[in-house]
């Protein structure tokens, strides 16, 4: 006969599960606005991360993309004032001189400051529209969030434009969904 270590029972009761404690927990809104904002910190994380994979790996001094010097080029030209020469994607040769000028560096470091920042917001905007549908679980919007920003890192190789384009379109969604949600 087998003998086990657990406190014998003083009634005919079933013991009570551990696993209550933490379900009143979790009822709770701010806990679970605590482990939503931790989720989000982590999904940043993890797409900056993955986003500076190639820079990190092999010291590169310079902004990873083919369309880089391009931006550089219309950086300039946004810088000197004359914005309307800058090409067909004013919007991002207007924000890396402005990133530079608020960070007192050069151009090139702002432009991979732009791009590098880009990509992980790309994952959090997904990570929003996701989570704002209401339907899924914590699992999906984090999946959805990482797995976007993990696209971007393929897309971010010197499409800034197209970076800044998807990170504002999927925030912008994530808005609309939240405030129709809401009723506003």
């Known amino acids: 006969m087998a003998t086990t270590n657990a406190p014998a029972k003083a009634s005919g009761a079933p013991a009570p599960r551990r696993s209550a ?32 994979i190639p820079a990190r790996v092999h010291d590169f001094a310079f902004p990873v993309g083919s369309d880089v010097s391009v ?21 991002i040769a207007v924000v890396i001189p402005t990133v530079g000028a608020l960070l007192d560096v050069g151009l090139v470091p702002a432009v991979a400051g732009v791009q590098y920042a880009l990509g992980p917001a790309v994952g959090l905007a997904a990570a929003a529209l996701a989570r704002g549908r209401g ?12 797995l976007a920003g993990v696209w971007a890192t393929h897309m971010g190789d ?13 925030a912008a969604g994530s808005h609309t969904r939240l405030s129709s949600c809401w009723g506003r």
């Open 135 to 146: 339907t899924g679980s914590r699992v999906a919007w984090v999946t959805g969030g990482v």
């Open 71 to 91: 931006y550089l080029w219309w950086s300039r030209v946004a810088a000197g004032a004359n914005v309307s020469l800058a090409g067909g994607r004013p919007g």
């Open 158 to 170: 010197g499409y800034i434009a197209n970076l800044g384009f998807a990170a504002t379109f999927l």
């Open 21 to 52: 404690p933490i379900r009143a927990a979790w009822a709770d809104p701010r806990v679970r606005a605590v482990a939503d904002a931790a989720l989000v910190v982590a999904v940043g994380i993890i797409c900056l991360r993955v986003f500076q």
